[in-house]
């Protein structure tokens, strides 16, 4: 089987989440705190141990990481406390 390029880019597609939910709040602040890191979301989910797919699933308010994930998550995305991680109310 051929790929053209349109192939090329087999990431999932973006679903934006709601953010009227504090799911959909903090899915849209874990993206932001990625690409202030400047870090792909390939490249995201390489240190953190996880699959592309599990980084779509946070980003897009799907799921959240797991409460153990919680310190890596912070020190890869270089941030001083876990707390800045979450979405003010």
């Known amino acids: 089987m ?3 390029a349109e192939d090329k880019d087999m990431s999932p597609a973006r679903k934006e989440p709601d953010t009227s939910t ?3 709040k903090f899915a849209v602040r ?5 690409e202030k ?4 979301p390939e490249q995201f989910a390489e240190k953190m141990g ?3 797919w599990t980084v779509y699933h946070w980003e897009s308010a799907y799921s959240f990481p797991k409460v153990e994930q919680l310190a890596l998550l912070s020190d890869v995305l270089g941030l001083k406390s ?3 991680l ?3 109310k």
């Open 30 to 34: 874990l993206r932001s705190l990625r």
């Open 82 to 84: 876990v707390r800045t």
């Open 37 to 40: 890191a400047e870090l792909t």
């Open 50 to 52: 996880v699959t592309i």
């Open 22 to 24: 504090y799911a959909g």
């Open 2 to 4: 051929t790929r053209n």
């Open 86 to 88: 979450f979405p003010e």
